[in-house]
């Protein structure tokens, strides 16, 4: 089955462990970040996906959903998944001062002794356990 | 949540040798549920039980709320191994269907053959092992059931055939909202398709839920050998194992683990299944551990 060249398509890296539905929600708010999605945009149909990828349409629907409650599309029923608001520049332009203090405290963790490793894990479980809190 | 299936103290014995013992287990509706377990789990025991075409030696079985009868127009059945009739074409399978079947979707049917490509006049003996799954579950979808059971549905197809299946069985349930319950040893691909997982070892549910839930709540600790005896409220120990020096533990928590002195890791869903396979062979069958609906 050929999709519409105005769609984008999903893929399932499986060895990933994070969970399907997220790895859907990340490729849309990628695609929207890169400007490949933007405002008006139609996501495939869950049927679209299913038949496509070989997963499961709760997951797909699940999605869906979560993007919906983020503000990033809205379901039109009948209709279809459009997208409501891109992220081009809304997060690139903040990227320059984020970089500088991520930076700093590079310096500092370098500064306390922290080999490349240690600081490596050290971002990584941070970064999870606040995610995980946020949900 | 109404129940798909419900099996109460089940047991199927042959002769001396039984089968499934004492199987007591709850699978919601509405979900595509994995069964994964061993051999000799009592998988393919469960799914004849379900479908009817096993009697119970002991227990409760129940399906959609009722005793399971064979040739329920409301419970589809692919077996292992998908059988077909040899000897009969493609449209002989599909008329035999509409004959015996009340609520047979002919239109589906015919639409889902011309799909796969399966040519009506072939007879099913020459179709190649991916074109008889997709016959086998055709003729179990166009039942329209409410309850779709597939016994390692894909164990014998190339990964080509294997992701046509999977990708037509998602489009039958994205279309018609029946829930479905399939064993299989190939977790990856119960990764994709499956919303729900159940892990089988012995007869017993060592672990059910959904399967965000369970990527989400599991983890891999691994640092200095310590005592496990101290991991805290809300933590469960599905699996350890320890050198001299280290401890390698498979831990389940709602919350995050914040513990510099751990290495904290994510598991994919095979490794899960894993933990609780091999978790399963050292301790009693009572540390089951219940996943939230």
Redesign the interface.
């Known amino acids: 089955m050929k999709w519409g060249a105005e769609v984008i398509e999903f893929h399932?890296d499986?060895?990933?462990?994070?969970?399907?539905?997220?790895q859907l929600i990340r490729q849309v708010r990628h695609a929207l970040r890169l400007g490949v999605l933007n405002e008006g945009d139609k996501l495939p149909t869950?049927?679209e996906v299913?038949?496509?990828?070989?997963?499961?349409?709760?997951?797909v629907s699940?999605a869906y959903r979560e993007l919906e409650y983020e503000g990033l599309v809205t379901a039109r029923p009948g209709l279809g998944t459009f997208v409501t608001r891109t992220l081009v520049g809304d997060s690139l332009s903040k990227h320059e001062p984020l970089r500088q203090g991520l930076a700093r405290w590079l310096t500092e963790a370098r500064e306390a002794g922290l080999d490349d490793e240690s600081i490596e894990?050290?971002f990584l479980?941070s970064f999870?356990?606040f995610s995980?809190?946020r949900g | 949540m109404t129940s798909a299936l419900i099996a109460d103290g089940l047991t199927k014995r042959y002769g001396r040798r039984s089968a499934l013992n004492d199987c007591t287990l709850d699978i919601p509706a509405g979900h595509v549920v994995g069964l994964v377990g061993p051999n000799g789990a009592g998988k393919s025991t469960l799914l004849q039980l379900a479908c009817g075409l096993l009697d119970p030696t002991a227990g409760r079985i129940e399906v959609l709320g009722a005793r399971p009868v064979s040739g329920s127009p409301q419970v589809g059945f692919v077996a292992q191994d998908t059988p077909v009739y040899a000897g009969l074409t493609v449209a002989d399978h599909l008329r035999m269907g509409a004959h015996l079947n009340p609520s047979w979707d002919a239109a589906l049917a015919k639409r889902r053959i011309a799909q796969v490509g399966l040519d009506p006049a072939q007879k099913a003996g020459k179709l190649s092992g991916g074109q008889r799954a997709q016959l086998a579950l055709t003729v179990a979808a166009a039942k329209r059931p409410n309850l779709l059971l597939l016994d390692e549905p894909v164990a014998a197809l190339d990964p080509l055939a294997r992701r046509n299946f999977l990708q037509g069985l998602m489009e039958l349930t994205a279309e018609q909202g029946m829930s479905i319950v399939m064993s299989s040893h190939l977790v990856a691909d119960l990764e994709r398709v499956c919303d729900h997982l159940i892990v089988l070892v012995a007869s017993r549910v060592r672990v059910a839920g959904d399967v965000d839930d369970l990527l989400a709540t599991h983890h891999r600790l691994v640092g200095r050998r310590r005592d496990t005896a101290d991991l805290g409220a809300g933590r469960a120990l599905v699996e350890q194992s320890h050198t001299e020096v280290q401890s390698t533990l498979v831990v389940r928590s709602t919350a995050p683990i914040v513990d510099p002195s751990w290495q904290v890791d994510r598991l994919d869903l095979e490794d899960i299944v894993l933990a609780y396979m091999s978790g399963a062979a050292g301790d009693g069958p009572d540390r089951v551990l219940e996943g939230q609906r």
Do not use: D, F, H, Q
Not at chain 1, 50 to 59: F, L, M, W
């Open positions: 399932l499986a060895r990933s462990g994070v969970a399907p539905y997220m869950v049927k299913v038949a496509r990828v070989a997963i499961n349409p709760n997951t699940k894990a050290l479980s999870r356990a995980e809190a």
